[in-house]
Each structure stands twice: as C-alpha cells, then as structure tokens.
C-alpha cells in the first residue's frame, strides 16, 4: 500500500518549505497529502507545481486535497478521509492561526477545534509512526522567568487569544501523548524570514520595528516599553525552523519530547535595535515608555496603530518576562550541525528583502 505523509498548513510559509525536505527524506513509494481550504487550491496546486519541479524525485508525488480542520472529517469526504486512516505513516499539524490580533472565537474554531479534529485522524489512523505538533513556544504566556521544554503552566496570563488557545491545543496534544499518541511536539518563537534570502510571507513582529525605522530617512524616534536592556525578544529566522523539524522529525528518540525552537542566546531588545540601527543606516532615538502606557496608547489613541503600522498586539512582545531554554534541542541537534544563527548575521537580508518587497501583508494564511 502506498504510504503518505499528511500535511495542513500548506502553502504556508513554513508548510511549503518542508514539504520539499520531506519528500527528499524520504523514498519515492511515499507521497504528500496536503490538506487545503478551496480557497487555496490554486495557491497550493501551483506551490506544489513548483516544489515538484526541483527535482524529478519530487514528481508527481504531492497530492492536494481539499478540506477544512474546523469540520468533521476535516471537511473530507468519507472516501478520503478513509483513504487518510489507511494511508498516513506521519502527520504533521502545522495549521493554525498566526495572528497576535485574531479574535477569540476564530483563534477557538481553528486552533483549538482544528487541533482537536486533527488528532481525531491521528487517533483513527491504522499505521500512525508519528504525529507532529508545530505549538508556539508562547504557550508560556506570560510567565516570569525561564521557561523549559517540559514546562506546560496555566492557564495565563497570556498576551493574546493567539497565545490562549495555542496553549489550550497542545494541552488537548499531550493529553494524547499520555494516552499512548505517538507524537512529537516543536514550540518555535518569533518566526522571521530566510536567514539566507530574507524571503517571508508576512510582515509581523520584529518586521513592524524595521517598517517604522525605514520610514524615517535618517534619524528615527523609537518608543520603547519596558526595559530593552532586560527583556529579550527571540527570533529564528525559517530556515533553521525547518531544518530543526525536518532533522528531529526523523528520530525515533524525539518521540514522546517538546522542543523548543529557540535562540538559545536570545538577543536583548537593545540589542536588537542596535543591530537594527547598523543595518538601516538610520539614528535612533531611544523613548522609554512603561508597558502599560505603550499598550493602551497603540489600542486606544486614534489612528496611532494606523499611523506607525504597527499592531497594538505585538507591543507586549518588547517587554516579554519570558526566557526560553532550548537545552533539549541543542542536545538532539548536536550531532546534526543545525543550530540557531545570531540575529546580527542574516538581519541586514530581513531587511534588504522588506526594502524590495513592500507590499507584503502583516497577515498570513488563514
């Protein structure tokens, strides 16, 4: 029987990156079925197109197939959602909603409900290997200090309904695990573009700071929350994101574990923006604002979110309390020669690639 490898989240950003790597891992007798929302399929078909074509290896082995995780069967109809329990040797839940915005309801349907579906397939499935969870490392929420990868506190504080119901679904995936799922689960942080091309799909996070730094055309007022010399914010830019999971994914010792997808040397928000400084050429002046002052004033001011484009949402992330400890990842990645580049070596290409590509949203797929 032919086995497949269940995908969501395809043509995302991180999702179409890996389908390539695992097709490459593995022989030609396994395919990808890659779950899509019609609206998608055109997206995703000639996505897949395009995967296919860089290597004749990859032909004719990704299979599109339409859905939703929200529904029942995954909105598949019962001869393919059969064909799935038959078929999948591996799934990997990488579906979510990726906004640091999105209302409570939505964030409940797709992250929570959709994971819930997802595991269903995976609990139904005949001849499951692994399933594998993309979670977030801000299942953390707001926790004061360092947060380990077999730490799951809660519930909350939490920054967002994002960061609420991506803690609710992995809480509902290690149920699972402890009941016997074969599974693995990876807990990126801030998710930037290539470290090696700068490319991206979406501008969000460290990108709203580049965003109001190039729109100044030498000196930048910069507003601060909290101490930048404190906190830190950790990125990682996508490359290292999917050749992390791509490398643990293929070991039988990460079943059953959490890792963070982290920068073990996280980069202080100070320093970050002087990086940031470096490579823009701009000045920039430094105003401290408290946290507290800097959140209401983007939610409340009028036009003041608008004016500066950046999302009222992500301003807690500039004062986080929470330090991510990778000790296990950079255990099983050791041998592997995979690790997290420093920010200062591939910002200069986050920035070259927004300064060439403007128009690319603060939304990605949902």
Same mark, same amino acid.
């Given at each position: 029987?032919?086995?497949?490898?269940? *995908?969501?989240?395809?043509?995302?950003?991180?999702?179409? #990156?890996?389908?390539? =790597?695992?097709?490459?891992?593995?022989?030609?007798?396994?395919?990808?079925?890659?779950? @899509?929302?019609?609206?998608? +399929?055109?997206?995703?078909?000639?996505?897949?197109?395009?995967?296919? %074509?860089?290597?004749?290896?990859?032909?004719?082995?990704? =299979?599109?197939?339409?859905?939703?995780?929200?529904?029942? +069967?995954?909105?598949?109809?019962?001869?393919?959602?059969?064909?799935?329990?038959?078929?999948?040797?591996?799934?990997?839940?990488?579906?979510?909603?990726?906004?640091?915005?999105?209302?409570?309801?939505? $964030?409940?349907?797709?992250?929570?409900?959709?994971? !819930?579906?997802?595991?269903? *397939?995976?609990?139904?499935?005949?001849?499951?290997? +692994?399933?594998?969870? @993309?979670?977030?490392?801000?299942?953390?929420?707001?926790?004061?200090?360092?947060?380990?990868?077999?730490?799951?506190?809660?519930?909350?504080?939490?920054?967002?309904?994002?960061?609420?119901?991506?803690?609710?679904?992995?809480?509902?995936?290690?149920?699972?695990?402890?009941?016997?799922?074969? $599974?693995?689960?990876? +807990?990126?942080?801030?998710?930037?573009?290539?470290?090696?091309?700068?490319?991206?799909?979406?501008?969000?996070?460290?990108? &709203?700071?580049?965003?109001?730094?190039? !729109?100044?055309?030498?000196? $930048?007022?910069?507003?601060?929350?909290?101490?930048?010399?404190?906190?830190?914010?950790?990125?990682?830019?996508?490359?290292?994101?999917?050749?992390?999971?791509?490398?643990?994914?293929?070991?039988?010792?990460?079943?059953?574990?959490?890792?963070? *997808?982290?920068?073990?040397?996280?980069?202080?928000?100070?320093?970050?923006?002087?990086? *940031?400084?470096?490579?823009?050429?701009?000045?920039?002046?430094?105003?401290?604002?408290?946290? =507290?002052?800097?959140?209401? %004033?983007?939610?409340?001011?009028?036009?003041?979110?608008?004016?500066?484009?950046?999302?009222?949402?992500? @301003?807690?992330?500039?004062?986080?309390?929470?330090? &991510?400890? #990778?000790?296990?990842?950079?255990?099983?990645?050791?041998?592997?020669?995979?690790?997290?580049?420093?920010?200062?070596? &591939? $910002?200069?290409?986050?920035?070259?690639?927004?300064?060439?590509?403007?128009?690319?949203?603060?939304?990605?797929?949902?």
């Amino acid at each position: 029987m032919t086995e497949t490898i269940f *995908l969501t989240g395809f043509p995302g950003f991180l999702g179409s #990156a890996l389908v390539g =790597r695992l097709l490459d891992r593995h022989g030609r007798e396994v395919t990808m079925t890659a779950l @899509v929302q019609p609206r998608y +399929r055109e997206q995703a078909e000639a996505r897949a197109a395009r995967i296919e %074509a860089e290597s004749p290896a990859r032909r004719g082995r990704i =299979r599109i197939v339409e859905g939703d995780i929200t529904r029942p +069967r995954l909105g598949m109809d019962r001869a393919g959602y059969q064909a799935a329990q038959r078929g999948a040797r591996e799934i990997y839940h990488l579906a979510a909603v990726y906004d640091l915005g999105v209302r409570r309801d939505v $964030a409940e349907r797709v992250n929570v409900q959709g994971t !819930r579906n997802v595991l269903g *397939l995976a609990t139904d499935t005949h001849r499951l290997r +692994r399933f594998q969870y @993309v979670s977030t490392c801000y299942v953390s929420g707001r926790y004061p200090g360092v947060f380990r990868e077999t730490d799951l506190h809660g519930p909350g504080p939490f920054n967002n309904h994002y960061e609420e119901t991506k803690h609710r679904a992995e809480v509902e995936v290690q149920r699972a695990m402890s009941q016997g799922l074969p $599974a693995t689960v990876y +807990r990126p942080a801030i998710v930037v573009g290539d470290s090696r091309t700068g490319e991206t799909q979406k501008y969000d996070g460290p990108y &709203y700071i580049i965003q109001w730094i190039l !729109r100044w055309s030498r000196t $930048a007022p910069l507003p601060l929350p909290g101490d930048p010399e404190r906190h830190r914010v950790n990125v990682v830019p996508r490359d290292f994101l999917v050749d992390a999971i791509d490398h643990l994914s293929s070991l039988q010792a990460a079943e059953g574990k959490v890792y963070h *997808l982290a920068d073990p040397q996280a980069r202080t928000v100070e320093e970050m923006i002087q990086v *940031l400084g470096t490579v823009t050429g701009r000045r920039l002046l430094r105003v401290r604002i408290p946290p =507290r002052l800097a959140l209401a %004033a983007f939610r409340y001011l009028p036009g003041l979110a608008s004016l500066t484009g950046i999302e009222p949402e992500a @301003v807690p992330y500039f004062s986080h309390p929470t330090q &991510y400890d #990778a000790t296990r990842t950079e255990q099983d990645l050791a041998s592997s020669g995979i690790a997290c580049p420093p920010f200062e070596s &591939y $910002a200069e290409r986050l920035v070259g690639f927004m300064e060439e590509n403007p128009d690319i949203p603060a939304a990605g797929l949902a």
